[in-house]
């Protein structure tokens, strides 16, 4: 499957939907936020869409780091100095 992410809300879609649920359990659904947010980033940067692209990739580590924060051994390996 290809998508055109020029298309304005394509890339930003999956987010949306994680964010909704993130809402509602964080404990479940805020790694999948972090995830997609990470993963838009590129999309994103790569159609020109780089302020957007930036806000994503800046939303992810926020949320990486609230996580590494909340489960340290999970994320101690790959965890970076601030």
Do not use: K
Request: hydrophobic share 45%; with cysteine.
């Amino acid at each position: 499957m290809c998508f055109d992410f020029r298309h304005p809300g394509l890339p930003t879609q999956p987010a949306l939907e994680y964010r909704a649920l993130a809402e509602a359990r964080p404990e479940v659904f805020l790694p999948d936020l972090a995830m997609s947010l990470n993963n838009q980033a590129p999309m994103l940067s790569e159609v020109g869409r780089r302020q957007e692209a930036l806000e994503a990739i800046t939303e992810a580590v926020t949320h990486y780091r609230q996580l590494a924060d909340a489960s340290p051994a999970a994320f101690a390996a790959r965890r970076s100095p601030r």
